[in-house]
């Protein structure tokens, strides 16, 4: 079941239909997602969790394009994934979808700045000199542009890649455990960062996470267990995300 808010309905920045992925066959199969129906609305911040194997870090790889699901449609903005060429794929990636990973996915022998422009680079595009300033100014990055990974700390790295993400202008950025490698401190700063590319520049944000406090940063939780959705929270804060996740670890029997 989709989440709706009243009046007209909000733009969808993403949506999975009916989504089931398996991997392996006979005695070797897993069905990672049964039948998942999701939508993501444009602006909002989304944290998807669940225990340990429930099809999170799935999900939201068949809503990238990084994995194709079994059955069921994946749709980015309008855009319908299942069926596209590998070129088309790539282009989708590239043009309209914004990663950070919680390994930082940087190259050494580049500075943050050409880091944070690569994907543009690559894909031939202008650089927005305006649009750079503001995500790299937000991002306290300014006077860090000419280093390089080795000589970033690791907070910082990851405000690289959330740059690089943002500098593309796309319609939906996702991250896999953004916060997964860093201290509670760059976390916190990097959890900020996120939330204010939603309020103050009108990003879509759906992040994999384990952690209650990075869940409680977001607009809504959706949570999976078994690759099904159970539950849903709007607003959440950290400890009503931590009960919830406690009795998901330990269902009890109806």
Not at 41 to 65: D, V
Not at 199 to 216: L, N
């Amino acid at each position: 079941m989709t989440h709706s808010e009243g009046g007209p309905r909000a733009q969808v920045a993403a949506s999975a239909e009916n989504l089931t992925k398996i991997y392996g066959s006979g005695d070797t199969e897993v069905v990672a997602l049964r039948g998942v129906s999701v939508s993501f609305a444009a602006g909002e911040f989304t944290a998807i969790m669940g225990p340990s194997g429930s099809g999170k870090s799935t999900l939201m790889h068949c809503l990238a394009g990084l994995d194709v699901a079994t059955s069921g449609s994946v749709r980015i903005g309008d855009v319908e994934l299942t069926g596209l060429s590998d070129k088309a794929m790539t282009t989708l990636r590239r043009d309209r979808i914004g990663f950070v990973f919680q390994a930082f996915n940087l190259v050494p022998t580049l500075t943050a700045a050409e880091n944070i422009t690569l994907p543009l680079d690559i894909a031939g595009r202008d650089v927005d000199k305006q649009w750079f300033d503001a995500v790299v100014t937000r991002l306290g990055l300014t006077d860090r542009l000419t280093h390089r990974p080795a000589e970033l700390s690791g907070g910082q790295q990851q405000r690289v890649a959330c740059a690089r993400a943002l500098v593309g202008r796309p319609d939906i950025i996702f991250g896999d455990e953004p916060t997964g490698n860093l201290d509670s401190r760059s976390s916190g700063e990097v959890l900020e960062i996120l939330r204010a590319a939603t309020d103050e520049f009108g990003q879509t944000v759906v992040i994999v996470t384990h952690d209650p406090r990075a869940a409680s940063y977001a607009d809504r939780v959706v949570f999976l267990a078994d690759g099904q959705i159970v539950r849903e929270l709007r607003q959440p804060r950290a400890d009503d995300v931590f009960e919830v996740m406690k009795n998901l670890d330990n269902p009890v029997v109806a």
